[in-house]
Structures are given as C-alpha cells and as structure tokens.
C-alpha cells in the first residue's frame, strides 16, 4: 500500500524549524522526520496491551463508532464529540479518552495489514487532537492516553515491521500532540497516589522513547526522581500500597516496574532504593495471590492475577519464591512461610499450603481504611478460597458512578462500598464510617447536578489483638470500634488442623441494636445454596463449601439475595448466608468447611460455660463426620477460669479433639493456658 492517510500539501525544503525537536532533527521536514522515527533508534521499550479493551469484537464494534466500556454501549457520531460524555458514568468517558483501542487497531495493522484497522486509528487520533484541550477531564486520564497513544506507535512508526503509510504531517502533529499533553502532566501531577504513579510513567515513557524532543531529558530527570519519592510515600512499611486495595496495588506495581525497565533497557541509572521498594511490594503480591492464580479483590478494584509481575521479581531480585508462584508452582521453590502479617496495612494472609491450586487460603482485613477515596468500610472482613475456586468473596467495585434511574434506583456506588456488603457484621444497618452525600462541584469529571458521597468521619480503630500459628492451629483475633456507634466488634478466626475454619464474632454494646453477620458466597453459588435448620442447628450447604451454626434463641439465619462484581460495570447475582440478631451484646460462630467433591456432615452446638461474674464466652461441639472436636472462646483477650461441663480452664481460648466415646485425645491452645478434667491436670500443646 503506498497511499498515505490524510494526505496534506507535501513538505517543502524551506520547511520551518522545529523548536519542540533537538538538532539535527528539529531541521527535517515532514517525510525526512517521518523515516527517521521509522528507523532503529536504539530505543527499547515493550508496549502494554490491555486484552480485555483490545478484544477482536470491541475493535469491530470501535470501527463501526459503536463503543463498549463498562457494559454500556454508545454508538457515537461521525466525527465524534469528544467533550459530550453521552453516558451517565463518568468512567466511561474518562476510558473513551484514555485510547486503549489505539494499541489493539494499530496491533490490527501490524499483525494483518488490516487498512480499516489503520484508518481508524488515524481518524480518531486527528479527530481528538482537533478539537480536544490535553488535560481534558484529569490528569490520569492524560496519562493513560500518552501511554496508549505511544503503545500504539510502536506497532505503526517505531522500528515497526510494517511500517504504516502515514501522512508525514499528520505524524508531526501527533508529536506536537504528544508534546503537549507531557507538558501539561509535567505542570499538573497528581500530588500523590496511583494517579500520579502512572503519569509519571508516561511523562518517563515519553522521555526515553523520544529523545529528539528538546525536553526529553528534563521529563526522564523529573519522571525518575520523581517515581521513587512517589514508590516511598506510597507504600507503606509492610510494602502495602497506601490505598490499601490489593488491585490498585498491582496496578501501581505495574507501573513502577514499567518505569525500571524502561530505565535498565535504555541505559538509564536505577536507583537501587527503587528495587529495594520493588521487592517488599511483590512480597506481598506473592502471599495475597489465591492459589489459582488470581487476587482477590478488597476495596476498589478487580479480580484478576498479577503473576507476570512476580515473574519479573523473580528475574529481578533472584527470588526463586516467586518464580515459584508465578509459575503455579512448576518452576523455583516454594515460599517458607505459608502464613504472613502485614501490620502497617492490617493484610494477614493464612493458607494451608503451597503444593497446589486444592491449598485453601485466607485473607482477614483488620487494618485502616486506606488513603483516598479507594477504601471499601469493611473492617474484619475476609475472603476464603479452597481447591481453585473463591468460596466466602469480597464484594467487588462494580462501579464508580452514583447515578440512579427511575428503573434503578440503588446507588451501586454506596451499596458495594458499605459495610452491610461484606463479609463482616453490619450494625443497624450503617456503615463503619460515616458516608454522607454532597454536591458535586463544578468543573470536575462529574455532571452538574449530582450528588456523590464522601467519608464524613473517622475511620474505626481496626487492630490486631492476636495472631499464632502451628502445625496444628492458625488463629487471628482484631477488634474494630467504630466512631460511627457504640458497639464493638471483635473477631477470631481459627484454622484447624489445616482443614475447616471457626469465624467467631462477638459485639458489645452499652445500648440494643440491629446486628446482621454476613457470609457472601460467590455467583457460582447462585441457586445451588441451601439452608436447613432443625432444633439444634443451621446448615449451609453451597458448591464447595459447608458451614453450620448453633442455633441460638433471637438469632434468625437465611439466605439472602447478593451482588458481585468481578469487573467494573459487570456485577452478578450471588447469595449470602445472613444472620441477624437484636441485643445490647450479641455473638455469632461460624464453621465453614471447604470441600472439594460430596460435603461431610457437619454439625455444630453450644456447650455449657461459666466464668467470672460478669465475664463471656462461647463453647462449640463440632462434629465433622466421626471427627469430634471442640472450641472455647472468652470474649476478650483477658485470660481468666472457666468450667467447660466438668473441666476447668484458665486462658483465653482453647480447642479440643476427642474420640467417639468422649475421651479427650488432645487440647491446643496459647501458652500459660491450663487445663483440668475430671481425671486430673492435661498437657496443653501450644498452636
């Protein structure tokens, strides 16, 4: 093909020089800077292709104007009207500006010649370009779009196989284009967070990739030195990232070791405080991933894997840990902890093992709420996988947009961030912290009119009380105590014997209130859940998992009817195991057994407990088939004595496995507890 698109009036020799460009090549006219970039430039960098945005149908869909982003599809003018979002979410313009379809049209070129592909390209960069200001709607999405735009011209102009017939004008436009839209990110960063993560990606990306541009070197000075103060100031001791959700953890990630290779591969000085923060964030990418492979989502964000960064950290930093998880296991050496805390951000993550995708794993959030507006109120909640699938989940995001209709009118936004959305316990309905409305202002990303909620009060004082671990026990106490009511929640979660679960929850209050315990069950639960109750107990039975409750007078269980959001603007009908109780101080127990093929019985009922005046616990009977075990819990951290039936205890929690006859075959619990039967003083083995 030796036509070129949007063909303009042919360069002159008395072409005008380019101040935006370095000698000698602020001296080129059009055609002769053209073939320069066509050239090998020595540059090296790797584009990044969002698969999901760059899908074969949504590119066809893309060149027939019709576009598709959140589950919504608008079918724009021709040409488009670039500054009329023509949906109510403002997500969905924000990702029409952002161009990830520019990577999979110019791929489309690359890979197959395709012309429309290439022609399409071309009209929706010069359509923006003529009518759109570079900072238009945020920052970040200007960042975005520099990357995308960039991505894009690897597979057309820069040391492309195949070379696309542009107009050399137009070409030098996009450059100018480019130009300033890295000059107005370099004047407006972010302050602080993953926006700005990934503005100064593409303020560095453009930097190396276009060394011509007279400001190259500035950009790559401010980007780089500007990258490690952002990687300091946002990841938090443990390695977490400040947001404190583990998607935009990634994403952050992402863009950092972006930043480095594009550094290494160029020739470029890497600070070596960068790898050191580099590493300490993938040690937690490494715990926090399910064995399947992907990481569940806490607070905003997807589900989706990450394990190409973990290959990198292992290629990195030599960890063969994480080649191992990278790898499913099929390369490098499993990690030696298989329980890790990470206290800065209250992330603690318990599994049963590394041998395979059947390894069950936990993660208890019991820490801050996050910088930011990312932060879901879901203190003490958890999410459990177990053989390759994801069992109690957390909710999801779904969505960012408060806009309701007359045919809908739940605010998706409020619903997926609250509390009651949660695998946690919600009281009186409300939230953790206090979420009220307020007006939108003018001038932001939002339409005039509308009304989005904004965290008006201090987040819960969220801690963890205690933790150990054992070959034959893993436990984790927290404790949240809301400024939003009185009431105090406390949480132990128990592994035993690497096998089945106990989720205690125990709430005290100086006034009543309305308690509801959530379990929310994954979509693939929906309409396969079942719940029976009869005098003594109440059984979940749903794919994958059993769990069982002591029935308890003024404590109602069902099966509710729930959402869950695996993508953004993707939300699916899932069920949720809801018990409910009205008390000034209420408890709840919960055994969840994981199972991969026909569910064992499994029953659970209260035992008699006494303490000191004043003083509260539980006592479980847990009957998994044969298997006979049992748990105490004081509701408190505060050792104290107890009788159990017949036994006396002193400690602050205790479990116990017997034969089928009742003889005690051996008691677990923390150090300095003690332990009397009728038949004498008994060893207590520690965790």
Same mark, same amino acid.
Not at 85 to 108: C, M, Q, R, T
Not at 114 to 142: K, Q, S
Not at 181 to 201: G, S
């Given at each position: 093909?030796?036509?070129?698109?949007?063909?303009?009036?042919?360069? %002159?020799?008395?072409?005008?020089? =380019?101040?935006?460009?370095?000698?000698?090549?602020?001296?080129?006219?059009?055609?002769?800077?053209?073939?320069?970039?066509?050239?090998?430039?020595?540059?090296? $960098? %790797?584009?990044?292709?969002?698969?999901?945005?760059?899908?074969?149908?949504?590119?066809?869909?893309?060149?027939?104007?019709? $576009?598709?982003?959140?589950?919504?599809?608008?079918?724009?003018?021709?040409?488009?009207?670039?500054?009329?979002?023509?949906?109510?979410?403002?997500?969905?313009?924000?990702?029409?500006?952002?161009?990830?379809?520019?990577? *999979?049209?110019?791929?489309?070129?690359?890979?197959?010649?395709?012309?429309?592909?290439?022609?399409?390209?071309?009209?929706?960069?010069?359509?923006?370009?003529?009518?759109?200001?570079?900072?238009?709607?945020?920052?970040?999405?200007?960042?975005?779009?520099?990357? !995308?735009?960039?991505?894009?011209?690897?597979?057309?102009?820069?040391?492309?196989?195949?070379?696309?017939?542009?107009?050399?004008?137009?070409? #030098?436009?996009?450059?100018?284009? +480019?130009?300033?839209?890295?000059?107005?990110?370099?004047?407006?960063?972010?302050?602080?967070?993953?926006?700005? %993560?990934?503005?100064?990606?593409?303020? $560095?990306?453009?930097?190396?990739?276009?060394?011509?541009?007279?400001?190259?070197?500035?950009?790559?000075?401010?980007?780089?030195?500007?990258?490690?103060?952002?990687?300091?100031?946002?990841?938090?001791? =443990?390695?977490?990232?400040?947001?404190?959700?583990?998607?935009?953890?990634?994403?952050?990630?992402?863009?950092?070791?972006?930043?480095?290779?594009?550094?290494?591969? !160029?020739?470029?000085?890497?600070?070596?405080?960068?790898?050191?923060?580099?590493?300490?964030?993938?040690?937690?990418?490494?715990?926090?991933?399910?064995?399947?492979?992907?990481?569940?989502?806490?607070?905003?964000?997807?589900?989706?894997?990450?394990?190409?960064?973990?290959?990198?950290?292992?290629?990195?930093?030599?960890?063969?840990?994480?080649?191992?998880?990278?790898?499913?296991?099929?390369?490098?050496?499993?990690?030696?902890? #298989?329980?890790?805390? $990470?206290?800065?951000? *209250?992330?603690?993550?318990?599994?049963?093992?590394?041998?395979? @995708?059947?390894?069950?794993?936990?993660?208890?959030?019991?820490?801050?709420?996050?910088?930011?507006?990312?932060?879901?109120?879901?203190?003490?909640?958890?999410? +459990?996988?177990?053989?390759?699938?994801?069992?109690?989940?957390?909710?999801?995001?779904?969505?960012?947009?408060?806009?309701?209709?007359?045919?809908?009118?739940?605010?998706?936004?409020?619903?997926?961030?609250?509390?009651?959305?949660?695998?946690?316990?919600?009281?009186?309905?409300?939230?953790?912290?206090?979420?009220?409305?307020?007006?939108?202002?003018?001038?932001?990303?939002?339409?005039?009119?509308?009304?989005?909620?904004?965290?008006?009060?201090?987040?819960?004082? %969220? #801690?963890?009380?205690?933790?150990?671990?054992?070959?034959?026990?893993?436990?984790?106490?927290?404790?949240?105590?809301?400024?939003?009511?009185?009431?105090?929640?406390?949480?132990?979660?128990?592994?035993? =014997?690497?096998?089945?679960?106990?989720?205690?929850?125990?709430?005290?209050?100086?006034?009543?209130?309305?308690?509801?315990?959530?379990?929310?069950?994954?979509?693939?639960?929906?309409?396969?859940?079942?719940?029976?109750?009869?005098?003594? &107990?109440?059984? +979940?039975?749903?794919?994958?998992?059993?769990?069982?409750?002591?029935?308890?007078?003024?404590?109602?269980?069902?099966?509710?009817?729930?959402?869950?959001?695996?993508?953004?603007?993707?939300?699916?009908?899932?069920?949720?195991?809801?018990?409910?109780?009205?008390?000034?101080?209420?408890?709840?127990?919960?055994?969840?057994?994981? &199972?991969?093929?026909?569910?064992?019985?499994?029953?659970?009922?209260? +035992?008699?407990? #006494?303490?000191?005046?004043?003083?509260?616990?539980?006592?479980?009977?847990?009957?998994?088939?044969?298997?006979?075990?049992?748990?105490?819990?004081?509701?408190?951290?505060?050792?104290?004595?107890?009788?159990?039936?017949?036994?006396?205890?002193?400690?602050?929690?205790?479990?116990?496995?017997?034969?089928?006859?009742?003889?005690?075959?051996?008691?677990? @619990?923390?150090?300095?507890?003690?332990?009397?039967?009728? !038949?004498?003083?008994?060893?207590?083995?520690?965790?």
């Amino acid at each position: 093909m030796s036509t070129t698109l949007l063909s303009r009036a042919p360069a %002159t020799a008395n072409t005008p020089v =380019d101040a935006l460009l370095r000698a000698p090549w602020n001296r080129l006219d059009d055609a002769a800077l053209l073939a320069h970039f066509r050239g090998d430039r020595g540059i090296r $960098f %790797t584009p990044v292709v969002d698969a999901q945005e760059c899908r074969p149908e949504k590119l066809a869909g893309v060149m027939a104007r019709r $576009f598709e982003f959140n589950g919504e599809t608008h079918r724009l003018p021709d040409p488009i009207d670039w500054l009329t979002n023509p949906s109510p979410d403002v997500e969905w313009h924000i990702l029409l500006h952002k161009f990830y379809y520019a990577v *999979g049209l110019g791929l489309a070129w690359q890979d197959r010649g395709d012309r429309e592909a290439l022609r399409h390209w071309v009209t929706l960069v010069d359509g923006w370009m003529r009518v759109t200001p570079p900072g238009f709607i945020a920052a970040d999405v200007t960042g975005r779009r520099v990357q !995308n735009w960039i991505y894009s011209l690897h597979a057309l102009v820069l040391d492309a196989a195949r070379p696309a017939p542009l107009d050399p004008a137009f070409f #030098r436009r996009l450059l100018h284009s +480019l130009h300033a839209q890295v000059e107005h990110l370099c004047a407006h960063l972010t302050p602080k967070r993953n926006h700005r %993560t990934l503005e100064l990606l593409a303020i $560095f990306l453009a930097g190396v990739v276009f060394p011509e541009f007279e400001r190259a070197a500035a950009w790559r000075e401010l980007a780089l030195a500007e990258t490690l103060a952002n990687v300091q100031a946002d990841l938090m001791a =443990d390695g977490v990232h400040c947001e404190l959700s583990t998607d935009y953890h990634h994403l952050a990630v992402r863009n950092w070791l972006q930043v480095r290779h594009l550094a290494a591969d !160029n020739g470029h000085p890497v600070p070596a405080a960068l790898d050191r923060a580099l590493e300490a964030a993938l040690v937690f990418s490494l715990h926090v991933h399910q064995p399947s492979g992907a990481a569940p989502s806490f607070s905003d964000g997807d589900v989706r894997g990450f394990l190409p960064l973990l290959a990198q950290g292992a290629a990195l930093f030599g960890r063969e840990d994480m080649r191992f998880v990278a790898s499913g296991g099929r390369e490098g050496t499993p990690p030696q902890a #298989r329980v890790a805390h $990470f206290p800065a951000s *209250g992330y603690h993550v318990v599994r049963s093992d590394w041998a395979g @995708s059947d390894a069950q794993h936990l993660v208890f959030d019991c820490g801050p709420l996050g910088e930011g507006n990312h932060g879901h109120f879901d203190a003490l909640s958890f999410e +459990l996988a177990a053989f390759g699938e994801p069992l109690v989940v957390d909710p999801g995001r779904y969505t960012y947009s408060e806009a309701t209709t007359p045919e809908d009118p739940c605010n998706w936004r409020v619903h997926f961030r609250g509390t009651a959305a949660h695998n946690t316990v919600c009281v009186d309905g409300r939230n953790q912290t206090r979420y009220e409305p307020r007006p939108i202002k003018d001038g932001t990303r939002h339409g005039p009119g509308q009304v989005r909620h904004r965290i008006a009060g201090p987040a819960p004082d %969220t #801690r963890l009380l205690e933790a150990c671990s054992g070959e034959r026990l893993d436990l984790l106490h927290g404790r949240c105590a809301s400024q939003a009511y009185d009431a105090v929640h406390e949480r132990c979660i128990v592994f035993v =014997d690497r096998g089945y679960w106990i989720v205690a929850d125990w709430l005290e209050a100086t006034e009543e209130h309305q308690y509801a315990l959530k379990f929310q069950l994954a979509a693939r639960a929906h309409d396969l859940a079942a719940l029976r109750a009869d005098d003594g &107990c109440v059984r +979940l039975a749903s794919p994958g998992l059993v769990a069982a409750q002591a029935r308890r007078p003024g404590h109602r269980a069902e099966l509710q009817a729930g959402w869950v959001s695996k993508d953004y603007g993707h939300k699916q009908p899932a069920p949720a195991l809801v018990t409910t109780a009205h008390a000034r101080s209420a408890a709840f127990d919960t055994v969840l057994l994981p &199972c991969r093929d026909a569910a064992p019985d499994l029953r659970v009922a209260d +035992l008699a407990v #006494r303490g000191a005046s004043g003083a509260a616990a539980t006592a479980l009977r847990i009957v998994i088939g044969e298997r006979q075990d049992g748990w105490f819990h004081a509701h408190g951290a505060t050792e104290a004595h107890w009788q159990i039936g017949d036994w006396q205890f002193s400690g602050r929690w205790l479990h116990w496995r017997s034969d089928p006859e009742g003889r005690l075959l051996r008691a677990v @619990s923390h150090a300095g507890a003690t332990l009397r039967t009728p !038949n004498g003083p008994v060893e207590v083995l520690c965790a």
